[in-house]
């Protein structure tokens, strides 16, 4: 369970914890490991590695404008977040080589990789769960070296669990500004505001809570706009425009002239799993947290494989025992690695094609590994039709 | 849609006089039945009403269900959209997929008649003349379970009946009707807590025309409101409010998901279901105006105005009208429509300049007070749900609207009506002159009249 803390002195994250933490073995065996994760995740997406797997982060550079340092947002239109932006514009323009670049690149998700492992083994000793989870649902997963140098997701998925701890310590504040940087990252950590502020007791709290984790994005995102609007709505714009992608909606909407369609569904869909959410008669926050990026991955008409990363401390911070974790995994890499066998036409993101069988099955093992993390089962469902015919 | 058939026809017939058969009014005798028995009897009455009033509407609809049909001249005897749907059904029976912008089961339905009853007027309109007639007793049944008064519900079924556009709509071969009728039962089912039996009547519903999701919001906007706002207890209501709406939202869409399927499945005409919405879609959005002059707006704003507008007055649109002279000598003796078809208000219509603003100061009440009141938040948020849509339709996304989209408003209007007129303190006689009001505008507006029909009018000096 995870409450708002009442012990711990203002201005101070655990420094004692954090003492102890450093000659806690465990850690250091999950730091080591954390290393190697990262070091293995980057020799495969290394273009010097032959062969290597594809990864978003090498294809950038064959940008003109990440290759010539160019600002983004200011000077193009980058489609993620501000605070990827910053890492891609510090590494290119501090790199100015390929490799120097990528190894900057890798560098920076190191350092926010081995951040995530961190506080997930500090939440899971604080709140009891079983430490060693973090090597089998965490950092052995096969995304973890298929989808770490890949793109910026861990980043997200840290100050998640930065949000998650501090909150835990009762620094709502903080915790509030993490998922402001959360959202600078992926903008999904906005999910996240009601449920955390719900755990909050007065308005007030709950006000200034979402003051703050709505204020930095906000404030990080309006000079920008006002430097250079048509740069930096291009790439929400792109969100908004862009298709389908690892959605089981495709099998429902296998032309792509229909997905508005799609698009609006799915839109529906994440709104009843906020609701759901919500209104869920839980107090645990990270289960609650689970159910909610769980669910939106389900609902989203766009669910990258590296998506899964922002998952995988909840499976650690969980009591259950989460047997569909690997086929889900599994499921999840064949995601790239059939990608680039399907020619185009019809592309890797048309219905009935290898990749998108994955995405089909890795949508059904999410939704048996929700219902699981949810305890709804068969007869759960049946009530909800029954109840009141 | 809102293609507009008009045929005129010039006859020239000798003036024939009919008599009125003879009927002799029986005047009712108060006070020879023991109290008693008396109020036993009324409420038998009553409880009969809705049959009793779905029987007398369907009598007259099965009157002038062959007219208009197709005449030796060439004329195909449709009305209004008919000519679209007609030909569809048509094509439909001969194996082929059509009219795919609109859902099919309203279309289904019209094949059923001709299969049973032929390609005639009885084949095309039978099942919606039924379907008007189920929506007649709907209506009292819904009202009953909103207010428990069995007079209120009669009431509300009457006006339902009698108003002009709705009575007209229920007549013809389009789709509204059975969309009606369906809707109604979703909303019978949904004020009685049965939600998975209203969200299959809502998926049914929904597969003959896409607007009627708009009643659903309208119901849960009302059942959002129908518990004081308490602190502690928001989430409680809103946990089970949403239970309501995943039950119509994936019940309704597997129904009506599974009904395109079918359609789609036989006719080829759609790889999926969910494609066919999409085409439903795109396809309505697709339908927008050049010349705001050429359509009548919701509201009486720029660039409606006050004499080209829903809920004030519009130059009724003719959906088939037949015009005979009687010349004698060379000279004009009358002039007299005997087919009248008309798009047309009726004086319910106007009702909602004074529901709307009652439902807002309740709403002002609730939220200042906590106080729930159940009617007037269902009246409210019906007429919100059903009418707000097509003020944005026609101003902001410029998409044509046609009067007759009002008939979803019409159900509500007539629970108001007859709500406020039947509370304490109200005198009787003002539901009975607006019961004699809307009456008289029905007959003067009943769209197939007979000789004395006619007679009647042009004595009033009405236009026949």
Redesign the interface.
Known sequence: MLNVSEEGSPGSIDRRGLRAAIGDRTLLEIMIVTTAVVVLSAIVHSSSSQPNIYSDITSFWGRREVAEALIPYVDFVFEYPQLCGLITYASASIGRTPQAYYALMSFFLYLFTMGSAVLTYLIAKRSGFDTSRIYRYFLLAPSMIIYLVYNFDIINTFFVLLALYTFQRGKTRLSAASIGLGVLSKLTPVLLIPIFA?KLKTWRQQLVFVAIAVAIPVLANAPIAAVSFENWWGGYKWHIDWGLENSWLV?????S??????K??SD?LIL?VV??V????NDDLIQKSFAMLGGFLLATYVYTPQMNLMLFPFFVLSSESLLLFYPWELANAFIILSWFTVPTPPGPTAAYTTPQWSALVRALLLLLILAQVTKVRGRTLLN???S?? | MGDLEVVEKAEESPVQEEKNGGETAKAGRQGWLDPGVEALLRSKLLDLAPVILALVVLGLKLMIITTPGPDPSGGKGFVFDEAHYIPAIRQMLNGSAANNEHPPLSKALMMLGVIVFGDNPVGWRITIVISDAVSVALLYYVTLELTKNKLLACATSLFFATDVMSFNIGQIAILDAPAMAFSLGMVFFFLR?????GSLFLGLAFLCKLTSIFILVGLLAYLFLSKPLRKGEL??H??EW??V???Y?F?GLIVSMLGLWVYDSHYRAF??P??H???M??YHSSLTYQNASEVVFPLPIPPGSLTNCWITYFAPAGYFVTTVTESANGQVVKEYHPIAYYGIYSPIWWTIWALVPIGLYELYRYFRRGEVSKVDFFILMWVAATFLPNVVFAYVMHRWVYTFYFYDVIPALCVGVSYYLTRPGVPKIAIIIVTAVQLFWFFNFFPVRSKLHTDILLSLGLRA
């Open positions: 719900q099998f429902l909407f296998p032309d002239g229909s997905w508005d369609t799609a609006l569904l529906i009843l609701a759901r919500i209104v869920w008669k909800w039709v029954t009141k015919w | 807590k049965r939600h998975v039996l989430t409680k809103l946990g949403i239970e709406l995943e039950k939202f019940i790889n999926t969910l494609e919405l999409d085409f879609l795109s």
